[in-house]
C-alpha cells in the first residue's frame, strides 16, 4: 500500500516570489508520482507526472518537481508564482497496473498575495 | 471537446431522495473511476471500472452503486440520500499500461443533500 503525506496545508507566498510545496511518500513497491492542481470551484488537472527516467520533470504553468527515492519525496517548485496560481494543490502516488488506486495527499493551499 | 465530462455540476436535493450523475469519457480510456471529495478537499477512490468490469469497491455504502454501460460511461446512483452524502464527486478515465495509468478527471459534481 501506499500513502502520501503533503506536510504544509497552506502555503502563503508574494507574488513573484520562488515557492516549493512539499510531498513524501511511502511504498513497498515502485510508483507512479503525480501532482494535481484545483482552482476554486473546478476539477482537478494534472501539472506533471514522474514515470520513470529523469528525475526532474517539467509541467504546464511553470511548475517542476523531482523526485528523490532515497528521500521518497516528490516536491512542487516554480521560480516565480503569479496571483493566478492561488489554487489547491494535490500530490499523489499510484503502483502499477489497473488494480492500483491514485492515492491523494491532503493538498496544499497555495495563497499568492500581490 | 471536453475529455471527460459529468452532469450535473450542482445538485441540491433532499434527504431520502435517490439521484444519479453521469459520466462519459471521449479519450478511449479503459478505465474509469468514481473519486469523493469531502468538506476538507479530502480525496478519496470509491470505484473503478476496467473494461465494463468493476475491479476497485473501496468500502462505501451499498446505497451507492456504479453502473458502466460501455466503456465510455461509468453513472453513480445514491439511494436514500444522507446529509453526509454532501460531497463532490468526481468521474475520471485513465487508460492502464500507457502513460503510468494517468488519470484525467472530470469537473466534478457538486452534491449538497439537505
Known amino acids: 500500500a501506499q500513502s502520501v503525506t503533503q506536510l504544509d496545508s497552506q502555503v502563503p507566498v508574494f507574488e513573484e516570489a520562488p515557492v516549493e510545496l512539499r510531498c513524501n511518500y511511502s511504498s513497498s513497491v515502485s510508483v507512479y508520482l503525480f501532482w494535481y492542481v484545483q482552482y476554486p470551484n473546478q476539477g482537478l488537472q494534472l501539472l506533471l507526472k514522474?514515470?520513470?527516467?529523469?528525475?526532474l520533470v517539467k509541467g504546464i504553468n511553470g511548475f517542476e518537481a523531482e523526485f528523490n527515492k532515497s528521500q521518497t519525496s516528490f516536491h512542487l517548485r516554480k521560480p516565480s508564482v503569479h496571483i493566478s496560481d492561488t489554487a489547491e494543490y494535490f500530490c499523489?502516488?499510484?503502483?502499477?497496473?489497473?488494480?492500483?488506486?491514485?492515492?491523494f495527499g491532503t493538498g496544499t493551499l497555495l495563497a499568492v498575495q500581490p | 471537446d471536453t475529455a471527460v465530462s459529468q452532469t450535473p455540476k450542482y445538485l441540491v436535493t433532499q434527504m431520502g431522495n435517490d439521484k444519479s450523475i453521469k459520466c462519459e469519457q471521449n479519450?478511449?480510456?479503459?478505465?474509469m473511476y468514481w473519486y469523493k471529495q469531502d468538506s476538507k478537499k479530502f480525496l478519496k477512490i470509491m470505484f473503478s471500472y476496467n473494461n465494463k468490469e468493476l475491479i476497485i469497491n473501496e468500502t462505501v455504502p451499498n446505497r451507492f452503486s456504479p453502473k458502466s454501460p460501455d466503456k465510455a460511461h461509468l453513472n453513480l446512483h445514491i439511494n436514500s440520500l444522507e446529509l453526509g452524502d454532501s460531497a463532490v464527486y468526481f468521474c475520471a478515465s485513465s487508460q492502464v499500461a500507457v502513460s503510468g495509468n494517468t488519470i484525467y478527471f472530470g469537473e466534478g459534481s457538486w452534491l449538497t443533500v439537505v
Open positions: 479519450l478511449g480510456h479503459d478505465t
Open positions: 499523489a502516488v499510484s503502483g502499477y497496473g489497473a488494480t492500483n488506486k491514485l492515492i
Open positions: 514522474y514515470l520513470s527516467g529523469s528525475t
